[in-house]
């Protein structure tokens, strides 16, 4: 929700039994200082404030704060003082900025922990203030945002839920490398790496002893071995943009597989457990389920759910009697939808078959033909 405001009182500090403070969406461009005399506050949401840079220096002041939620914000560095908040457990949009540093510690020729010794810390998002391109980096730019991965941004081992998002590195963090990772992220459930293009290998992640989620986005050639044999606990597995990726296989536990963007992905096979599975079919040139999907029917026996994306031209192939009708039917569930709010909806156990399509032939010709003309567009745009 989208607010007015634009700033807060200046004696807003005298609030001192204040718990809940949420400034969202609002065109506020800083907080007094007085903010941090509200020593009982434990929520402070600043989500979407677009146009705020700064956080005052007091906030270590805070002592009593669980929530800091920075998210969408324009923030140039977080104070050092965040390191005294010991009851904090829930900090998302903390930005690593390689021109002003995130924090006064990182600063520093040598940085100091800001997180490690706060093991009330539930939930961390860190996220590199990002460039067109990494070219633009130079090197003691990125020498500088290892540091400050490395050491002032180590999280402590009481951490659950960890998004690493744009991290223009050629490396990830020291505290995700093989020999320390199960004993210093002994707790991590929920694990999101978005978009770190440049590790030339992802991290040990089968060493996760707790890990149940896994998202990845971004390039990436292959999964670790070592998560495919020791991720024994991950049930639900989101991959999007990984456009290298040739197969999806060896996962005894995952429960739920949700893929979008790879266009080369040859093979998805021995997923016992497997019960749910999502797809967005690649773009709206590509009309068609994938090959592997009909390739090999007795891989997904204990599928009880199909969701697609996909184009009009696709969704009339899903039609009973089309194309892909032979293959659906097996399915408990399935559905597919189109950007056209155009749907299908099948549930086998009753004999139910849902769709806007059935007495709407012109509009499946109009829409093709739209598809048609939207491609010749885009391609007359790409041969400029």
Avoid at 92 to 103: A, I, L, P, S, Y
Wanted: negative net charge.
């Amino acid at each position: 929700m989208h607010t007015n405001i634009e700033s807060l009182p200046h004696n807003i500090g005298n609030l001192i039994h204040l718990r809940y403070l949420n400034v969202s969406w609002s065109r506020v461009t800083e907080l007094p200082e007085s903010v941090c005399n509200l020593t009982n506050l434990q929520f402070l949401i600043l989500k979407g404030c677009r146009q705020l840079t700064q956080i005052p220096l007091g906030v270590g002041r805070l002592v009593n704060l669980w929530t800091l939620d920075c998210r969408g914000t324009q923030l140039e560095s977080l104070p050092y003082g965040i390191g005294r908040l010991k009851y904090l457990n829930d900090l998302r949009g903390f930005v690593v900025n390689t021109t002003t540093g995130t924090c006064p510690a990182c600063m520093e020729a040598e940085p100091r922990s800001v997180l490690k010794g706060n093991q009330k810390l539930k939930h961390l998002r860190l996220n590199c203030s990002s460039r067109s391109t990494s070219d633009g980096y130079r090197e003691e730019e990125i020498e500088k945002m290892e540091k400050v991965l490395d050491v002032a941004l180590h999280p402590p081992s009481s951490l659950v839920t960890l998004r690493l998002q744009n991290l223009y590195l050629l490396r990830y963090p020291s505290w995700m490398a093989s020999a320390s990772i199960s004993s210093l992220l002994p707790n991590i459930s929920r694990l999101e790496l978005n978009y770190c293009v440049h590790w030339p290998l992802l991290p040990p992640l089968g060493k996760l002893p707790s890990l149940e989620f896994l998202e990845i986005k971004g390039a990436l050639a292959s999964l670790p071995e070592g998560l495919i044999r020791q991720a024994t606990c991950l049930a639900t597995l989101d991959l999007a943009n990984v456009c290298a990726l040739k197969s999806i296989r060896g996962f005894p536990s995952v429960k739920q597989l949700s893929i979008s963007g790879i266009s080369d992905l040859e093979i998805v096979t021995d997923l016992p457990a497997l019960e749910f599975l999502k797809l967005d079919t690649f773009g709206r040139r590509n009309h068609h389920l994938p090959d592997w999907l009909a390739a090999c029917p007795a891989c997904f026996t204990t599928l009880q759910r199909l969701d697609v994306y996909g184009t009009t031209q696709l969704l009339r192939r899903c039609l009973q009697s089309r194309a892909y009708w032979p293959m659906i039917k097996h399915f408990p569930i399935f559905s597919i939808k189109d950007n056209r709010r155009n749907y299908i909806n099948y549930i086998k156990h009753s004999c139910s078959f849902d769709t806007n399509l059935v007495d709407a032939y012109a509009a499946f010709a109009a829409a093709e033909e739209e598809e048609e003309t939207e491609e010749e567009e885009e391609e007359d745009i790409n041969d400029l």
